[in-house]
């Protein structure tokens, strides 16, 4: 294949073809490593600086430093075409891994030279297992300091033969790497130490990677002469083309210009008409047109309006739907609703019902792991996902483009089974300094965590393995993050269902909110912040019922923090002294759906995270408390 060919996108004959997939736990390297593939293959002109994690593009990708949504892109190497796709490495994208894996024949599996086997490693271990990929293990980061790769390939292996590996999987091939300097070897050279990789000298060499991809990757199966069958597992947009469906060609070719049939594995949709105008391949770090291209390769449609996620690109005279999607149930559901504050309609340009679904029903085009369904009122939807940061980056994502709307506290969704009510669990894993160790057994006592495995790390650290109720995990970033003063690492994936473990409790502070609608003063603050810590500073327009700190008891009380000092002929302004107020503390997003009760919802608009009753008004709030109390009084006395 001359590199004129390359750069026309093909077509590429089967036989040239590897389809691989990164899979990883998160900040393993996966994205690091792809941008060295793609700066030793020439994806890069000599003069250019693409930068650090080129193909996370997404704004969220970079602020957080992780893989949300998969990547497709080619590398060229010895005449052949690696089609790559990295995917994300959290646990609450799972289903991002799912559906890319269905379109790849190999993967090659990251494990961080010194955390060895994490949860996710798991999770992505058991769906290439399932799906039959050819594995290439890459013990990356060697560099590292603390690196043990013979400990490492030991977990790897354990973990290979309690999830029943056949015999050609356990003889994987293994290869050290380091992404960030871009080498690989097969054998550590002599005199090579871990954890010393700039101290060889040793640069910029990824070929025995890329060597062994081709030699342990079966190149794509597929008969191009069989009717065209593309199972559509990514969507993307053009600014000018509009959607774009993505997949790899089962069977047939397609050619530019060519009339198809969409249609649904199920036959609960007829099929559909369309012509795909322009086919594009992927090469490097974009998207080549292309004439035509067969079987095994990755392609994106344009011209298919309305396709979706999970459906089949087919031959317009013999349709046949590829077995659709199947990823795992959701875990975690909120409610979405219109905004109701005072403030409504202040910081957002889409406010209505109408926007809102909208949004959400385009959301579930793409976002496989997402459910929505209607609330039990016309302006809510109970939207679930596989966790928390999955459903926080989808309102994060949706304030940045300008949705202004509030959420309810996270809830797990639970489930019968044989009679009997269960409850997801999470399996969690914590490195933490030697001396945290004690108050982190202890705080996950109460909130229902089962110690599986307790062991020394190395340097003053120990490993915690749990598992505990997903709903134990409300909170408790912030918990941890106190308990180990920052230096703790904490990850955590569905570990499965188990019966209910019984009542956690809540937080057991009650919050302070805004009596009045007003803007806050340093005076009111001052006394404010002696019941507890605020959310708010000095100048900070606020309504009745939007909560303005944490009460340092039980219960909520309700305080004026708009209230000014009255000033006499015997005082003047000039006369008193600076108030020094605590600085108030930010909440995240995060740390905002973790703070909220049952009662309370978030506020979120394209300027601001607010937090607020879900009743609004002091004396509705009273009425109802003293409602709920008289029917637990009258209940204690039947």
Same mark, same amino acid.
């Given at each position: ?435 945290? *160790?004690?108050? =982190?057994?202890?705080? +996950?006592? $109460?909130? &229902?965590?089962?110690?599986? #495995?307790? !062991? ?117 302004? *000039?006369?008193? =002294?600076?108030?020094? +107020?605590? $600085?108030? &503390?930010?909440?995240?997003? #995060?740390? !905002? ?46």
């Amino acid at each position: 294949m001359s590199p004129e060919s390359e750069a026309q996108g093909g077509p590429w004959p089967a036989r040239l073809l590897r389809n691989v997939a990164l899979i990883a736990h998160v900040d393993h390297g996966k994205t690091t490593l792809v941008d060295a593939m793609l700066r030793q293959t020439g994806a890069f002109r000599d003069n250019q600086a693409p930068g650090e994690r080129v193909l996370d593009s997404n704004e969220l990708e970079r602020e957080r430093g992780i893989t949300i949504l998969a990547k497709n892109t080619a590398v060229f190497y010895r005449g052949h075409k690696i089609n790559l796709v990295d995917t994300p490495g959290h646990a609450d994208f799972g289903g991002e891994v799912e559906r890319i894996l269905g379109m790849v024949e190999g993967a090659l599996l990251l494990v961080d030279a010194v955390e060895g086997v994490m949860p996710q490693t798991r999770f992505v271990v058991e769906k290439a297992l399932e799906a039959r990929l050819r594995l290439l293990l890459v013990v990356n980061k060697i560099d590292r300091p603390g690196a043990e790769p013979a400990r490492v390939i030991d977990q790897v292996l354990d973990l290979l033969i309690a999830l029943g590996a056949g015999d050609e999987q356990l003889e994987m091939p293994v290869l050290y790497a380091s992404g960030r300097l871009g080498v690989a070897w097969r054998e550590l050279p002599p005199g090579f130490e871990p954890g010393r990789g700039g101290a060889v000298g040793l640069r910029g060499d990824l070929r025995p990677l890329l060597d062994a991809i081709l030699e342990s990757v079966p190149p794509p199966s597929g008969d191009p002469e069989a009717p065209l069958q593309i199972l559509v597992t990514t969507l993307d947009r053009d600014e000018y083309l509009g959607r774009l469906a993505i997949g790899r060609i089962a069977s047939g070719r397609v050619v530019d210009g060519q009339s198809v049939a969409v249609v649904r594995g199920g036959g609960d949709r007829p099929p559909r008409p369309g012509r795909v105008q322009p086919l594009f391949t992927f090469g490097s770090l974009r998207r080549l047109r292309s004439e035509v291209a067969e079987a095994g390769e990755i392609v994106a449609l344009a011209g298919l309006e309305g396709v979706t996620v999970g459906e089949t690109v087919s031959d317009a005279l013999d349709p046949r739907p590829l077995p659709p999607l199947r990823v795992d149930e959701p875990t975690m559901t909120m409610v979405f609703m219109v905004n109701t504050s005072p403030f409504a309609g202040r910081e957002g340009s889409f406010l209505t019902s109408r926007h809102l679904a909208e949004r959400l029903e385009r959301e579930l085009e793409r976002n496989v792991g997402l459910v929505v369904e209607p609330g039990d009122q016309p302006d809510r939807w109970r939207v679930s996902g596989r966790g928390e940061l999955h459903l926080s980056v989808l309102i994060e994502t949706m304030r940045r483009e300008g949705y202004e709307f509030a959420v309810s506290r996270p809830e797990v969704i639970w489930r019968e089974r044989d009679g009997r009510r269960e409850e997801p669990l999470e399996l969690l894993v914590m490195d933490v300094p030697d001396e945290a *160790t004690g108050p =982190v057994l202890e705080a +996950l006592g $109460p909130r &229902r965590g089962e110690l599986r #495995e307790m !062991a020394p790390s190395g340097r003053g650290r120990t490993r915690l393995e749990f598992v505990v109720p997903s709903r134990g995990l409300l909170g408790f970033d912030s918990e941890f993050a106190a308990l180990t003063r920052g230096y703790g690492v904490a990850y955590h994936t569905f570990h499965g269902y188990g019966p209910d473990r019984g009542p956690i409790p809540l937080r057991s502070r009650g919050s302070l909110v805004a009596w009045e609608r007003g803007v806050t003063t340093a005076y009111a603050l001052a006394n404010a912040e002696q019941r507890g810590t605020l959310f708010v500073g000095p100048g900070t327009e606020v309504y009745e019922g939007q909560i303005v700190g944490e009460n340092a008891r039980e219960g909520d009380l309700d305080i004026n923090v708009c209230k000014s000092k009255h000033l006499t002929n015997m005082r003047s302004s *000039t006369a008193d =002294v600076a108030v020094r +107020l605590t $600085p108030p &503390r930010q909440l995240t997003l #995060e740390e !905002a759906l973790e703070f909220i009760r049952e009662d309370e919802l978030v506020e979120v608009t394209p300027r601001a995270i607010r937090l607020r009753k879900a009743v609004l008004d002091r004396e509705e709030r009273a009425r109802l408390r003293a409602g709920r109390v008289s029917r637990l009084e009258a209940g204690r006395r039947g």
